[in-house]
T-cell receptor
């Protein structure tokens, strides 16, 4: 069974600082997703990483994927309050035909303090 | 707006009751996924439908069932509700085969009292 582990689960950081969220997964996958969720809201897709060495950046967030290590990172640069949210990584697996399943990590609750 | 519509947004019901949650996928999306999000279990995959047929099952209780109709909307039926079923239920849809990014609806918050 595929397991997805995120750490840390809680992250409190000051504005202007940098930090990294880690996502480890247990079996080979064909893609890795990062989502953002604001309290009581839906999940917003941030990044889809398709291959080993993939790096994507959007604003202050940068995601990377190392399929050999089964590790993805979400790096936050010079955090601002608006980035406060819960961040999920999810691993996608195709089990044949149109059977496709996303398995989520437990999420990282990020709080950016002034 | 992801284009995935879920109704109702909030639902409060008593233990032992039955409820139906509805999901309309994005136009053209054939796959619908249901997820349950609770504080203790996180985001759990429940079930997937593709073009009307059940394709994958996750941690879905026997008291729960789902279906996808010819117009591709889906319903999740929860029966004999327990307090522990209180959660946020998300529906997601994904585009045609070959592009698998899922788009999530706003969710239905179910409170069982």
């Amino acid at each position: 069974e595929l397991k997805v582990e995120q750490n840390p689960l809680f992250l409190s950081m000051q504005e202007g600082k940098n930090y990294t969220i880690y996502c480890n997964y247990s079996t080979t996958s064909d893609r890795l997703y990062w989502y953002r969720q604001d309290p009581g809201k839906s999940l917003e897709s941030l990044f889809v990483l398709l291959s080993n060495g993939a790096v994507k950046q959007e604003g202050r967030l940068m995601a990377s994927l190392d399929t050999k290590a089964r590790l993805s990172t979400l790096h936050i640069t010079a955090a601002v309050h608006d980035l406060s949210a819960t961040y999920f990584c999810a691993v996608g697996m195709n089990s044949g035909g149109s059977n496709y399943k996303l398995t989520f990590g437990k999420g990282t609750l990020l709080t950016v303090n002034p | 707006d992801s284009g995935v519509t879920q109704t109702p947004k909030h639902l409060i019901t008593a233990t032992g009751q039955r409820v139906t949650l509805r999901c309309s996928p994005r136009s053209g999306d054939l796959s619908v996924y249901w997820y349950q999000q609770s504080l203790d279990q996180g985001l759990q995959f429940l079930i997937q439908y593709y073009n009307g047929e059940e394709r994958a099952k996750g941690n879905i209780l026997e008291r729960f069932s789902a279906q996808q109709f010819p117009d591709l909307h889906s319903e999740l039926n929860l029966s004999s509700l327990e307090l522990g079923d209180s959660a946020l239920y998300f529906c997601a849809s994904s585009p045609k085969i070959g592009f698998r990014e899922a788009f999530f609806g706003q969710g239905t918050r179910l409170t069982v009292v």
